[in-house]
């Protein structure tokens, strides 16, 4: 399912001039999330909840109307709440469609929200190309304009390839990360007999097999991924492993039966495990996910997630900043996720009734590596940063940042992979893991 990023609250008085707006901004390829336009067949309420849990802005049409309207205040407080508890990076921006006095007391209730917000300020006879302008400049930073043709906004969040290279890319990452989170599966596993394991967003199956495989005997695995092309080649490959593959998109609404008709299909009861590794970045809905997974999970069970935070990542030495300036790059991928998920673990499991949380490991490093693993550390990081850039550029060949940035990237990816092989040199991604019980 696309995520928007900007989220509009608006009150219906204001609707006409608050649509131009919002078309002016598509057309400069910023994903806006309006109602009634966005809901779609989600109950109203929900679909909010959802919109505002997913948006990186927030934007309040502010207007005589909106002031005073019970919906943008709802609105509003849920987006307020969201970042005062820091689930997730929300900005909160404001654009003032009217000449308005804000000392009047039909404010007082809203300007409790917004009092230290800039806002972007009426001129004589604004258009809407204006205001949009005005709010892409303050907060480019934040959006991920990726071209100025609907077409490619409509497209953006094509989301997630599946191809040889990336599963032998996969496979590489995998086998690294035994070292990160190999000791976790074997105590979850070592201590059930023939535990039934659910694994969401499976790919081909190749992680968990390995990590489940490597470990004991007996085990049934059940795993659920979107695309038919990862389920047929899982099959073809794990053909003689105790393992089953059933094609689930987590975005649907339906998610609870169907792990309900899965469960009967089976003749599971429920599963002692559930693990999903590096899928969390992809989805939208997370906490619904996560409570229609501890339907399914065993009252003693185990829920084990593992995603990416390149928001803590560090380079030392990274003279120049060229490592940085590297992963944050990938924010402009259009596969590759949400770059900061792994931070949001944490507050989703709660909200989702998960008990015992523990982050059980944060950081791959480079620390302590042999030569060839560091090889590959660089291989399955910075050089997927320029596959990244160059699939994303192919698809959107007008976006000027992408262009900048894969020549960027190949201007330097050898002076980063050469920096990246000495011996004094530290790098960590930040990888992190979690497990959490019912
Ligand atoms: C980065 S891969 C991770 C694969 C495997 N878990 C691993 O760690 O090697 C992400 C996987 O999630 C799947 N995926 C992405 N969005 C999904 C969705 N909405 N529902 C189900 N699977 C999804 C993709 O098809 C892909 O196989």
Known sequence: MERKEVFISYAHEDKERVEEIVTCLEKQGVSCWIAPRDVGARRYAKAICEAIEDAKIFLLMLSSHSAVSEHVLNEIEMAYN??????????????????????????DEIMYYIRRINFIQLENDPTPEYFANQFID?????????????QAREDFQSEYVSDEYEYSRLKKQNDLLKQFDLALYQKELIRRTKPV????????????????DSTINEYEIIALDCESQNIEHGKEKFK????HFEQVDLSEDNLSEKLEAILKKYNID???????????LHITNKVNVLRALRRVLKNDGTIIIKDIDDGINFAYPDEGGKFQKAWE???????AGLRESGRRIYPILHRAGFKNISLENVYLTTIGMAYDEKEIFFEMYFKMILDG????????PTNWELKEAKEFMETNIHDLYEEFMKEDFVFALGFMLYRANK
């Open 82 to 107: 969201k970042r005062k508890n820091s689930q997730g990076n929300l900005t909160i921006e404001t654009i003032c469609l009217d000449k308005i006095d804000l000392d009047s007391p039909s404010f």
């Open 138 to 150: 303050a907060n480019k930073s934040i959006l991920r304009i990726i071209s100025n043709t609907k």
């Open 197 to 212: 394991i659910l694994d969401v967003g499976s790919g081909d199956g190749s992680l968990i097999v390995d990590r489940v």
């Open 240 to 243: 003689d492993k105790n393992i």
């Open 270 to 280: 429920k599963f002692d495990i559930i693990n999903l590794s590096m899928i969390m």
């Open 329 to 335: 790059l990938l924010s402009l991928d259009v596969t």
């Open 389 to 396: 850039m160059r699939y994303s550029l192919s698809k959107y």
